[in-house]
């Protein structure tokens, strides 16, 4: 066995595997989209406040003996008095907290998702809305830009087998994949779409900075998920070559797919299985709305 950094030549430089946060991001936009479509069912029910009704007394002299309660008014002839509202008064819903700034979102961002109970240990940026946008836009082209990444690199390093002469992908690579697989794929999906909803004006303000002022942030994240739908599936163990500098795939099919696509090669069949299976469920939302 010999190992190398994960690395391939046409990905050019130190480049992982980025594209589990790339779907996360599409989940959100999709959420967005299925907010807008269906209507906010979760309106708040009036509650009703207790009132309280007094007859007014006659009033007493020292002198003259209690008087005797005067009858019932009839029905018909009964004259409510003023209702007075119970003390207390009714509880009304914490205004929601205005966005920072673009700029200082970073921080506001991790600590939204943080209460939310979402895992933020793997996200790494600081820039995230920035970051997200700028990665999902390149990736919808096929492009992967790590500077913008906004996961940390997972551990470990990429390894190749030698069988009969030729060089293939040691299928353990692919385990050091399995922890941020598995934290894309446990997310909450509602928890996504009310942070995107809360957080929307400022990725639409990222958007426009990069040269998108009237773009929806949302078709773009579409066009992703088609980007690594369109992924092949090896079915068996994926050959490399070895030029000195760094591996290649061995298939000219492989080698000519978009670097996105390339990468998510190397996160393995399973995992690329669960990626996609999430990608098409909200693909399948997005259609039906």
């Not at 002299?61 to 029905?75: K, R, V």
């Not at 004006?201 to 998920?225: C, M, Q, R």
């Amino acid at each position: 066995m010999s190992n190398d950094t994960d690395e391939f030549k046409q990905d050019g430089g130190n480049k992982g595997t980025w594209i589990a946060v790339a779907a996360i991001v599409v989940i959100v936009a999709a959420g967005l989209v299925w907010w807008l479509t269906s209507g906010d069912d979760t309106t708040q029910q009036r509650q009703p406040v207790e009132r309280s009704m007094e007859v007014p007394k006659q009033p007493e002299t020292a002198a003259q003996p209690e008087p005797e309660p005067e009858p019932q008014a009839e029905p018909d002839d009964f004259e409510p008095v003023a209702e007075t509202p119970d003390e207390q008064p009714q509880q009304q819903p914490e205004p929601e907290q205005p966005l920072p700034s673009l700029a200082q979102s970073t921080p506001v961002v991790m600590e939204t998702l943080a209460q939310d109970e979402v895992d933020t240990q793997p996200l790494s940026s600081d820039s995230m809305i920035r970051d997200v946008v700028v990665f999902v836009d390149n990736l919808r082209n096929g492009m992967v830009v790590t500077e913008h990444a906004p996961v940390a690199r997972p551990d470990g390093q990429f390894a190749v087998i030698e069988l009969d002469d030729k060089l293939y992908i040691d299928e353990r690579s692919y385990d050091r994949y399995d922890n941020l697989v598995s934290w894309f794929t446990s997310i909450d999906n509602q928890v996504l779409i009310k942070n995107y909803r809360h957080f929307q004006p400022l990725i639409g303000e990222a958007y426009g900075e990069i040269g998108y002022p009237d773009g929806d942030f949302t078709d773009s994240a579409i066009e992703a998920i088609d980007v690594l739908l369109a992924t092949p599936e090896p079915d068996s163990l994926i050959e490399v070559e070895d030029d000195q500098v760094m591996y290649t795939y061995a298939d000219p099919a492989l080698e000519g797919l978009p670097p996105a696509q390339k990468q998510l090669l190397r996160v393995g069949p399973e995992n690329m299985r669960k990626i996609k299976a999430k990608l098409r469920e909200i693909k399948q939302q997005l259609k039906q709305m």
